[in-house]
Protein backbone atom coordinates (compact mmCIF):
# COMPACT_ATOMS: atom_id res chain seq x y z
CA UNK A 1 0.00 0.00 0.00
CA UNK A 2 1.21 3.70 -0.83
CA UNK A 3 2.44 5.81 1.71
CA UNK A 4 1.39 8.92 -0.53
CA UNK A 5 -2.47 8.78 -0.01
CA UNK A 6 -3.48 12.18 -0.17
CA UNK A 7 -6.48 11.70 2.75
CA UNK A 8 -5.22 9.92 5.58
CA UNK A 9 -6.02 12.57 7.93
CA UNK A 10 -9.52 12.20 7.58
CA UNK A 11 -9.77 8.77 8.00
CA UNK A 12 -10.79 7.65 11.68
CA UNK A 13 -9.70 4.37 13.27
CA UNK A 14 -12.05 2.02 14.78
CA UNK A 15 -10.35 0.57 17.79
CA UNK A 16 -8.09 2.55 20.16
CA UNK A 17 -6.08 1.19 23.25
CA UNK A 18 -6.62 3.45 26.30
CA UNK A 19 -3.65 3.46 29.00
CA UNK A 20 -4.11 2.96 32.55
CA UNK A 21 -2.17 5.43 33.91
CA UNK A 22 -3.56 8.85 34.29
CA UNK A 23 -0.60 11.24 32.22
CA UNK A 24 -0.79 8.62 29.01
CA UNK A 25 -4.48 8.02 28.92
CA UNK A 26 -5.03 12.18 28.78
CA UNK A 27 -2.21 11.92 25.80
CA UNK A 28 -4.01 9.24 24.05
CA UNK A 29 -7.71 11.09 24.67
CA UNK A 30 -6.18 14.32 23.51
CA UNK A 31 -5.19 12.38 20.35
CA UNK A 32 -8.43 10.52 19.53
CA UNK A 33 -10.46 14.15 19.88
CA UNK A 34 -7.91 15.41 17.65
CA UNK A 35 -8.73 12.88 15.10
CA UNK A 36 -12.12 12.69 15.64
CA UNK A 37 -12.33 16.71 15.06
CA UNK A 38 -10.50 16.29 12.02
CA UNK A 39 -12.37 13.54 10.58
CA UNK A 40 -15.26 15.55 10.93
CA UNK A 41 -14.31 18.78 9.56
CA UNK A 42 -13.04 17.37 6.55
CA UNK A 43 -16.42 15.99 5.47
CA UNK A 44 -18.99 17.43 2.79
CA UNK A 45 -21.36 20.03 4.41
CA UNK A 46 -24.60 19.71 3.56
CA UNK A 47 -26.04 23.06 3.47
CA UNK A 48 -27.86 24.13 0.79
CA UNK A 49 -28.64 28.59 1.44
CA UNK A 50 -29.98 31.14 -0.71
CA UNK A 51 -29.14 34.24 0.57
CA UNK A 52 -25.18 33.26 0.89
CA UNK A 53 -22.51 31.61 -0.09
CA UNK A 54 -21.12 28.67 2.27
CA UNK A 55 -18.64 26.48 2.50
CA UNK A 56 -18.84 23.04 1.17
CA UNK A 57 -15.91 21.44 2.96
CA UNK A 58 -14.05 20.14 -0.06
CA UNK A 59 -10.71 21.31 -0.08
CA UNK A 60 -8.84 21.66 -3.54
CA UNK A 61 -5.02 21.44 -4.22
CA UNK A 62 -5.14 23.29 -7.67
CA UNK A 63 -2.23 24.66 -7.30
CA UNK A 64 0.02 21.80 -5.79
CA UNK A 65 -0.09 21.70 -1.87
CA UNK A 66 -1.96 25.40 -1.65
CA UNK A 67 -5.66 24.40 0.00
CA UNK A 68 -9.00 26.04 -1.71
CA UNK A 69 -12.25 26.28 -0.33
CA UNK A 70 -15.37 24.71 -2.02
CA UNK A 71 -18.07 27.17 -1.68
CA UNK A 72 -21.91 26.67 -2.89
CA UNK A 73 -25.16 28.99 -3.08
CA UNK A 74 -28.67 28.31 -4.15
CA UNK A 75 -30.83 30.40 -6.82
CA UNK A 76 -34.31 29.96 -7.36
CA UNK A 77 -35.66 29.80 -10.63
CA UNK A 78 -38.21 31.98 -10.97
CA UNK A 79 -41.48 31.35 -13.18
CA UNK A 80 -41.48 32.29 -16.57
CA UNK A 81 -37.54 31.91 -17.56
CA UNK A 82 -37.03 32.61 -21.60
CA UNK A 83 -33.87 32.46 -23.26
CA UNK A 84 -31.47 35.54 -22.51
CA UNK A 85 -33.26 35.84 -18.91
CA UNK A 86 -30.37 36.15 -16.29
CA UNK A 87 -30.12 35.70 -12.33
CA UNK A 88 -27.19 37.73 -10.44
CA UNK A 89 -25.23 35.74 -9.02
CA UNK A 90 -24.07 37.93 -6.45
CA UNK A 91 -20.13 38.13 -7.17
CA UNK A 92 -17.71 38.66 -10.14
CA UNK A 93 -16.21 35.48 -11.24
CA UNK A 94 -12.95 37.64 -11.17
CA UNK A 95 -13.32 37.14 -7.48
CA UNK A 96 -13.37 33.39 -7.41
CA UNK A 97 -10.64 30.82 -8.91
CA UNK A 98 -12.92 28.85 -11.00
CA UNK A 99 -16.41 27.14 -10.83
CA UNK A 100 -16.42 23.02 -10.24
CA UNK A 101 -18.27 20.80 -12.00
CA UNK A 102 -20.76 20.74 -9.87
CA UNK A 103 -23.42 23.18 -11.16
CA UNK A 104 -26.50 21.97 -11.65
CA UNK A 105 -30.56 22.05 -11.05
CA UNK A 106 -33.99 21.25 -11.75
CA UNK A 107 -37.20 22.49 -12.80
CA UNK A 108 -40.54 22.11 -12.89
CA UNK A 109 -43.31 23.02 -15.69
CA UNK A 110 -45.91 22.17 -12.81
CA UNK A 111 -46.67 18.76 -13.51
CA UNK A 112 -43.25 17.13 -13.93
CA UNK A 113 -39.71 17.55 -12.80
CA UNK A 114 -36.70 18.39 -14.86
CA UNK A 115 -32.78 18.56 -14.99
CA UNK A 116 -31.25 22.08 -15.45
CA UNK A 117 -27.81 21.58 -17.80
CA UNK A 118 -25.22 23.74 -16.81
CA UNK A 119 -24.17 23.07 -21.03
CA UNK A 120 -23.71 25.94 -23.23
CA UNK A 121 -24.53 29.48 -24.95
CA UNK A 122 -26.54 28.20 -27.58
CA UNK A 123 -30.03 26.50 -27.06
CA UNK A 124 -30.53 23.07 -27.10
CA UNK A 125 -33.92 21.26 -28.59
CA UNK A 126 -36.18 19.91 -25.78
CA UNK A 127 -33.99 21.40 -22.83
CA UNK A 128 -33.09 24.24 -20.97
CA UNK A 129 -29.99 24.83 -20.16
CA UNK A 130 -27.72 27.75 -17.99
CA UNK A 131 -24.31 29.65 -18.33
CA UNK A 132 -22.43 31.88 -16.11
CA UNK A 133 -22.49 35.11 -17.75
CA UNK A 134 -19.85 38.04 -17.63
CA UNK A 135 -21.68 40.69 -16.66
CA UNK A 136 -19.19 43.30 -18.64
CA UNK A 137 -22.50 45.85 -18.12
CA UNK A 138 -22.34 45.66 -14.20
CA UNK A 139 -19.36 45.93 -12.19
CA UNK A 140 -21.18 44.24 -8.78
CA UNK A 141 -22.20 41.10 -10.29
CA UNK A 142 -21.93 38.48 -13.10
CA UNK A 143 -24.81 36.22 -14.03
CA UNK A 144 -26.54 33.00 -14.98
CA UNK A 145 -28.27 33.02 -18.11
CA UNK A 146 -30.76 30.94 -19.27
CA UNK A 147 -31.18 29.53 -23.04
CA UNK A 148 -34.24 27.61 -23.71
CA UNK A 149 -34.58 25.30 -26.76
CA UNK A 150 -37.19 24.79 -28.97
CA UNK A 151 -39.64 22.30 -27.70
CA UNK A 152 -38.68 23.03 -23.78
CA UNK A 153 -40.86 22.84 -20.64
CA UNK A 154 -41.96 25.90 -19.66
CA UNK A 155 -40.42 26.57 -16.19
CA UNK A 156 -42.85 27.53 -13.27
CA UNK A 157 -40.04 26.70 -10.50
CA UNK A 158 -37.12 25.79 -10.32
CA UNK A 159 -33.72 25.83 -7.91
CA UNK A 160 -29.66 26.07 -9.08
CA UNK A 161 -26.74 25.39 -6.74
CA UNK A 162 -23.45 26.36 -7.91
CA UNK A 163 -19.81 25.51 -6.42
CA UNK A 164 -17.47 27.41 -6.88
CA UNK A 165 -13.35 27.32 -6.21
CA UNK A 166 -12.15 30.17 -3.47
CA UNK A 167 -8.94 32.30 -4.64
CA UNK A 168 -5.63 31.16 -3.01
Not at 35 to 50: E, K, Q, W
Not at 107 to 128: E, H, K, M, R
Not at 153 to 161: E, N, W
Request: charged share 15%; with cysteine.
Amino acid sequence: MSSNIFNQVAFLRTTRDFPEEIHQLTVEVNKAYLDTANAVNNRIISIFPTNRPVVTGENWFLNSSIRQQGLRQVYRVPDGIVSGSTIEIGFKISSISQFTPKCYGSFTDGTNWYGLIYASNVPIAGQVSFFIFLNTVSTVSDQIMFEVGAGAPAITDGTIILEWISKV
